[in-house]
């Protein structure tokens, strides 16, 4: 349409990117078994393996369990390498707390101690991945692998009928191991809009300047 064309001459492409351009949507059946028959091979055994450590899960959204799942985005940031750092305690309390109902969050424990959880956003029939991560211990029995399941279960109890797990980077090989955990859960890789900036060249070069300063 001569909208569109317009808004091809008028947007650019960054030269840095904030987020990938391609993400993995779930479809969520009526029940856990079809979920967990839909993943792949590997993650099937994954997540038995997760059930077998007697994971305890809780939804509860309380200061203590927001202080637990920042913990352990901390620590994942300690394991890998993250190219920007964690959120804070009062930067996901105050999320949670202004956006209620829509904000979801998961946690897994093992023997008392939090080891696994995600916040997901919820929207309609809709839920986005947004912040998720598992410590050392909850690696040694492969806690993310019964993570997704978990929220899956749930949020479809809540009205949700597809999972957004967010972007994926699959041109890029130090993001396999990330690429591979997405998709292993039997969604579909999706290409988006992506990102489009307006503006003459120095705020564009500015603007991309400062993403690429964040990731030095």
Not at 176 to 204: H, Y
Request: net charge positive.
């Amino acid at each position: 349409s001569d909208d569109a064309e317009a808004m091809r001459r008028s947007l650019h492409r960054p030269w840095f990117f904030l987020n990938p351009g391609t993400s993995v949507w779930l479809d969520l059946p009526d029940s856990e078994s079809e979920f967990v028959q839909g993943m792949v091979k590997n993650h099937r055994y994954r997540f038995r393996q997760a059930q077998k450590a007697g994971l305890a899960w809780t939804h509860e959204k309380s200061s203590a369990t927001v202080r637990d799942f920042t913990e352990i985005l901390q620590a994942v940031e300690k394991i890998k390498s993250m190219e920007t750092a964690p959120p804070k305690f009062t930067e996901i309390q105050n999320l949670v707390d202004d956006l209620g109902d829509k904000a979801h969050l998961t946690l897994g424990y093992r023997d008392g101690k939090p080891v696994v959880g995600a916040l997901c956003l919820l929207q309609g029939h809709r839920g986005w991945y947004s912040y998720a991560g598992c410590n050392s211990l909850g690696r040694q029995v492969s806690a993310s692998y019964a993570l997704v399941p978990e929220i899956a279960k749930v949020v479809r109890w809540l009205g949700v009928r597809q999972l957004d797990l967010a972007g994926i980077s699959p041109r890029k090989k130090k993001y396999a191991g990330v690429n591979d955990f997405k998709k292993g859960f039997g969604g579909r890789m999706v290409s988006l809009a992506g990102e489009w900036e307006a503006g003459g060249f120095v705020a564009r070069l500015a603007g991309n300047l400062a993403v690429a300063w964040r990731r030095v």
